[in-house]
């Protein structure tokens, strides 16, 4: 069974940056592309980044393109999420996420192992 856990998340004033990190178990890292969501209080899931399974690929949500960086390392079976220039919009529960197959995706319903989040408060 896959098991995604999260960590990194905190609280942090507009313009600070913040790493995320997620660890990967249950089934071989190296072959699988991995995502990220967020969901900010009364507001739906939304995709905020997703990284193929070597690292070659990267695609990102439109709020978050120069601000945000997905990379992973696989001999650590773990990917990451690099945070600049954060505003209190981007206040949410981040998801590390993996799909069951090999390819590539954004949409959420293409998931089906996620992490449990982790919150990231962003103050004015």
């Known amino acids: 069974q896959v098991q995604l856990v999260e960590s990194g998340g905190g609280s942090l004033q507009a313009g600070g940056s913040l790493r995320l990190s997620c660890v990967a178990s249950g089934r071989i890292f190296s072959s699988y592309p991995m995502g990220w969501f967020r969901q900010a209080p009364g507001k739906a899931r939304e995709f905020v980044a997703a990284i193929s399974w070597n690292g070659a690929s990267t695609y990102y949500g439109d709020s978050v393109k120069g601000r945000f960086t997905n990379s992973r390392d696989n001999a650590k079976n773990t990917v990451y999420l690099q945070m600049n220039y954060l505003n209190p919009g981007a206040t949410a529960v981040y998801y590390c996420?993996?799909?069951?197959?090999?390819?590539?995706?954004?949409?959420?319903?293409?998931?089906?192992?996620w992490g449990q989040g982790t919150q990231v408060p962003v103050s004015s």
């Open positions: 996420a993996a799909p069951e197959g090999r390819y590539t995706v954004i949409r959420e319903s293409g998931y089906t192992y």
